[in-house]
Structure formats: structure tokens, C-alpha cells
């Protein structure tokens, strides 16, 4: 066995819901413009193909955590997204064997550095710098798919929003979602082999808006998890 010429980093994790169970991140993928009414705000059709961008499995931030405003950006965004967490490999996952690739879900925010994104966007390099940064993925726990409620275990229903200040910023559910979680696995297992420990965010409702520092961010998903990050 090699040894390691540097020191290994951190496995980068989420914690497992009422355990002290930890879930390994692989890699974190995320679909973008996947609610209608999000699309439009952005200035886009309401349904089109599902496209993907990634994070680094350490932008994960715990939940409850105080985060520094990031640097490079004056417009810094929230978007609150369910969260799936994968368990089992696939490459060209059918869309109904889908939920058997599973393990659980979360609630995560995909910070966006939206002066960054778009100014990256228009000149067609990638978002890179937009999306990926540190601290960009705060993550609630994960909940295992068998602990949810009968009517929910297939993650196309229940309420999701985000309050900045206590003030309900984004709020919508999550069959309002263009392309349901057996269709992004289906899509985005065309592309890449998913590997048990990939998460996926699954897209952000309408209302994304500007956040700055001292500002408290609290979300969740119906029956899913909440998360709470402070900006200092």
C-alpha cells in the first residue's frame, strides 16, 4: 500500500438523523432551474432538458453553523433544495428503478455568488466560481428513506421553504418540481456513473434572493429536515 505524500484530508459527511451514524459524500451534483416558477424568475422557459453542475463534496457546511461571507461576490444568493442522498451505483438508472438508488434525503442550500455565476455565464465559461466555493452547500442531517412517512417515500410531495430573518423568503412544494427525483437520477446517471455516497440537489423553488452578513437563514423540507446557517 502507497503511502500518502501529504496528509489526507477529512472524509467529508453528513450526519444520519436520531443516529450517530455519519453518511460519507462522494461528490455533490446539482440540477439546475428545475421549478417552473424559478426558471422564469431567472429569465428562463419553464421546462426544459434537466442540466447539472457540481460542488466539491467540502463546500458542505454543518447545520447551525456560522458562515463568513464569502469573498468575490457583492450579490450573494440563497436557494433552498431537498437533497437526495445516493446508496446504491448505477450507470443508466431507468427512471422506475430509480428509488431503489436511494438511501435518504436532506435539506441543503445552494449558496450562489450570483454576480460571479451570471457574469461567468454571459461571456459562456463555466460557473465554476459562481457555485463552488467554501461553505456553498450547508447540509441538514440525513433522513433514511424508510423513516419517512408512507405518502412521502417517494420524495414527490411535501413543503419546502427558506425564511431570512424570519421573513418567508422562498415557499413551494415539491411536486412542483419539473423533473421529479426518479427522472434527475435517470438523466443524470446517463452521463456519470452514480457511486453510493453522491448527493444530488434536487433544484430551488422561486424566490431566491440577496443575503449579507448577520443575516440568519432558516429552511426545510416537510418531514425531511431543517437547517439553520448564520452569515457573519
Not at 172 to 178: F, G, K, N, Q, V
Request: proline share 6%; charged share 20%; aromatic share 8%.
Amino acid at each position: 500500500m502507497s503511502n500518502y505524500v501529504i496528509a489526507s484530508h477529512p472524509q467529508a459527511a453528513i450526519p444520519v438523523a436520531g443516529s450517530g451514524d455519519q453518511f460519507p459524500v462522494r461528490r455533490i451534483f446539482c440540477v439546475g432551474r428545475n421549478y417552473g416558477e424559478h426558471a422564469k424568475e431567472m429569465g428562463f422557459s419553464e421546462k426544459e432538458p434537466p442540466f447539472f453542475f457540481t460542488k466539491p463534496a467540502d463546500a458542505i457546511a454543518e447545520n447551525g453553523a456560522t458562515i463568513p461571507y464569502p469573498p468575490l461576490t457583492s450579490d450573494l444568493h440563497h436557494e433552498i433544495e431537498m437533497v437526495i442522498a445516493i446508496g446504491r451505483d448505477g450507470a443508466n438508472i431507468p427512471a422506475e428503478q430509480a428509488m431503489e438508488h436511494i438511501w435518504g434525503a436532506g435539506v441543503g442550500i445552494d449558496f450562489t455568488r450570483r454576480d460571479q455565476q451570471i457574469a461567468h455565464r454571459e461571456k459562456g465559461r463555466p460557473w465554476c466560481w459562481g457555485k463552488a466555493f467554501d461553505n456553498s452547500a450547508p447540509m441538514s442531517s440525513l433522513q433514511p428513506l424508510s423513516a419517512l412517512p408512507d405518502g412521502q417515500k417517494t420524495l414527490d410531495n411535501g413543503q419546502i421553504w427558506l425564511r431570512v430573518n424570519g421573513k418567508m423568503r422562498q415557499q413551494a412544494d415539491l411536486s412542483d418540481m419539473i423533473w421529479n427525483v426518479r427522472d434527475i437520477i435517470a438523466f443524470c446517471s446517463q452521463a456519470v456513473t452514480l457511486k453510493a455516497g453522491d448527493l444530488i440537489m434536487t433544484g430551488t423553488p422561486a424566490g431566491v434572493g440577496a443575503v449579507t452578513a448577520g443575516d440568519v437563514l432558516e429552511g426545510g423540507v416537510e418531514n425531511i429536515g431543517e437547517i439553520k446557517v448564520t452569515l457573519s
